[in-house]
């Protein structure tokens, strides 16, 4: 009976000290957890595309005149009476740093045509209306700053952004001027090479590998001219290209 009873007493003390001492094991198998591991801003290669349309303004076009003949020729201004209107194609490689910063190369095709300037009856017999068609290859290297509309701080996380930025480079143009059919020396046409500038500003959104965006695009030419020596020469200073241009870039790593 003693026994019984010591065998009851010890199988209720297992009873109550089971859980107690199950509370203190590990459960198992453990659950490690690993923190992620930070790899830091990634950038990333991109192609791009773009096309736009323009309006080329300049203030004046400069030629060798002499009025009514009665002397030499001298330089002389004529204000331009009507804008250029065209468009453009270009494409480009570049690489933005993660951190909203980006950088590429761009070559663009350019095509206006409408410029006019006037000369008045005191030039006569070349009196009349000239027009002039630009055609100009554009090489650029360009900067931009992204900067996110949803508070991330940069385009690059994805969703709406805005953005700015710069480019400076060279235009190889083709000048093509239209003289009067009553002229009796009809304009030469020619090429010449020019500093270039430019400064954009616009919006786009950033669907991952696929970024589009629209904006504005002010292009600084700084001479365009018929490349033409002596009194054949005819050229525009500080001329400005005007676009609102679209773009698709393709990020590719």
């Excluded at 009976?1 to 000290?17: E, Q």
Aim: net charge negative; proline share 4%.
């Amino acid at each position: 009976m003693r026994k019984l009873i010591a065998a009851i007493m010890v199988a209720g003390a297992a009873l109550v000290a089971g859980p107690a001492l199950a509370a203190d094991f590990p459960d198992y198998p453990p659950i490690i957890e690993i923190p992620d591991v930070d790899y830091g801003v990634q950038g990333s290669f991109y192609l791009r595309g773009s096309a736009a349309g323009n309006a080329l303004w300049s203030k004046e076009a400069f030629a060798y005149e002499c009025a009514g003949c009665g002397g030499p020729s001298v330089v002389t201004a004529f204000p331009f009476l009507a804008m250029g209107y065209g468009y453009s194609v270009g494409a480009g490689f570049g690489y933005e740093t993660g951190t909203g910063l980006r950088v590429d190369a761009t070559l663009d095709y350019v095509d206006n045509n409408g410029l006019k300037v006037t000369k008045g009856a005191i030039y006569a017999p070349r009196d009349g209306d000239y027009t002039a068609r630009l055609r100009s290859t554009l090489a650029l290297a360009n900067v931009y700053y992204d900067f996110s509309f949803g508070g991330s701080g940069y385009g690059a996380a994805g969703g709406a952004f805005g953005y700015v930025g710069a480019g400076a480079g060279v235009a190889f143009n083709r000048f093509d001027i239209t003289s009067p059919a009553t002229s009796p020396s009809p304009a030469q046409s020619g090429n010449n090479t020019s500093l270039a500038a430019a400064g954009m500003i616009g919006a786009g959104y950033d669907f991952g590998a696929v970024v589009a965006d629209v904006g504005y695009r002010g292009v600084y030419i700084a001479q365009i001219s018929n490349g033409a020596a002596g009194t054949d020469a005819v050229w525009s200073d500080n001329n400005w290209l005007h676009e609102v241009r679209g773009t698709l870039r393709y990020r590719f790593n």
